[in-house]
């Protein structure tokens, strides 16, 4: 399914941090690396928006971990959701696909890092797979 609207908005549990998203989202890549399994307790599903599309409307919650050299991880320091990935270099941030308010027009369209993921858990459908990264080969997949 691919987004239809235009506008997302979405944010924690405890709602000190709120976010605002004008502009379409990418489909839900679940990512099965071992920093996503740590951080969520399982895979991580995360959509994409442009940074330019991307408003954080309330931030007093909001925390940065850096979680390599690569990327920074968005959180609540409040409530301790897991909310942002941030690529660094990059003009884009991934947002949790659990956090935006519902009905989100979204679908998952893939998994990525496969070869990583938990033990007690299957990949029970037949959406594309990636042992690693997909290289972008997702990055417009559902937009």
């Known amino acids: ?73 968005g959180f609540c320091r409040d409530c301790g959701a897991n909310l942002f990935w941030q690529p660094s270099g990059m003009q884009t941030t991934s947002i949790a696909a659990g956090t935006l308010d519902q009905p989100s027009g979204l679908a998952t369209i893939g998994h990525i890092f496969t070869a990583e993921k938990g033990d007690f858990y299957d990949i029970a459908d037949d959406l594309k797979q990636f042992p690693g990264s997909a290289g972008g080969e997702m990055d417009t997949a559902g937009a």
């Open 1 to 73: 399914m691919n987004d239809t609207q235009s506008s997302h908005g979405g944010g924690c549990l405890c709602g000190a941090v709120r976010y605002q998203v004008r502009g379409p989202l990418r489909g839900v890549v679940n990512c099965h690396c071992e920093m996503c399994r740590r951080l969520h307790g399982s895979f991580g599903a995360y959509t994409k928006a442009q940074d330019s599309e991307l408003k954080i409307t309330e931030e007093r919650g909001l925390a940065w971990y850096e979680s390599s050299e690569k990327a920074r991880r």
